[in-house]
């Protein structure tokens, strides 16, 4: 099924640890982009990319680091993850043209304990 | 900076019943809306979208009119059902530049039969 797929879907990991998030999307997107949803918070820009080999920092990208080598994947690696990572994340896609609006994947729920 | 600011939950409404959701947002410039909605466990659909003043974005019995008087964007919905209940997220997207998702809080609506 064309769309964005992420992996995992729910993970669980120890202060200090590091872990990569998958994100991938079928539909030759330029755009790709990271999003945290934390409770009262709405969703929060992590990092983003604009094309393969292109990335840049959003609202909240302390403790994250991105890379885009293709134009298919995107991951998100929690370098020594924290307990203020706990949260939802969102991969999302789209056409260089934003206001096709963006296809986001089904999320992965983290907690760092 | 750009914002958008969306009415507090639960909003919980009976069956057939009238949906207002209220969104009123800040930018410099002219951005396109949107509203997301998230079902329980999964991630965010774009439910409706307009780009320019006066615009109505309608999709599944959902509306909105982008209003630059009043700098809004309220959902409204003639009759919902039980299975509209859902996380909707009104949101902003400049034209220009990387085109990023400024989101909403987020307002949950909870209908029963």
């Known amino acids: 099924n064309a769309g964005v797929t992420q992996t995992p879907k729910f993970q669980v990991l120890k202060t200090g640890q590091s872990m990569t998030l998958q994100c991938a999307q079928d539909m030759n997107h330029e755009y790709m982009s990271w999003y945290r949803q934390d409770p009262g918070m709405g969703l929060r820009l992590i990092h983003y990319?604009?094309?393969?080999?292109?990335?840049d920092q959003g609202e909240v990208p302390n403790g994250y680091n991105v890379s885009r080598s293709t134009t298919e994947d995107f991951p998100l690696r929690l370098l020594s993850a924290a307990p203020s990572q706990t949260s939802v994340y969102f991969c999302?896609?789209?056409?260089?043209?934003?206001?096709?609006?963006?296809?986001f994947g089904s999320g992965t729920r983290l907690t760092v304990v | 900076g750009d914002s958008v600011t969306q009415m507090e939950g639960p909003v919980t409404l009976s069956e057939e019943a009238f949906l207002t959701i209220n969104c009123t947002y800040t930018a410099t410039g002219y951005p396109s809306l949107f509203w997301y909605v998230q079902y329980p466990g999964e991630g965010l659909q774009l439910l409706l979208k307009?780009?320019?003043?006066?615009d109505k974005g309608s999709n599944k019995g959902f509306e909105a009119t982008y209003r630059k008087e009043t700098t809004s964007f309220h959902l409204e919905k003639g009759s919902v059902q039980v299975s509209d209940s859902a996380v909707y997220f009104c949101?902003?997207?400049?034209?220009?530049?990387?085109?990023?998702?400024?989101f909403g809080t987020g307002t949950r609506l909870l209908v029963s039969p």
């Open positions: 949101a902003l997207s400049m034209n220009t530049g990387f085109q990023k998702l400024v």
């Open positions: 307009a780009t320019k003043a006066d």
């Open positions: 990319s604009v094309g393969a080999g292109i990335t």
């Open positions: 999302a896609s789209s056409l260089r043209q934003g206001i096709y609006g963006y296809t």
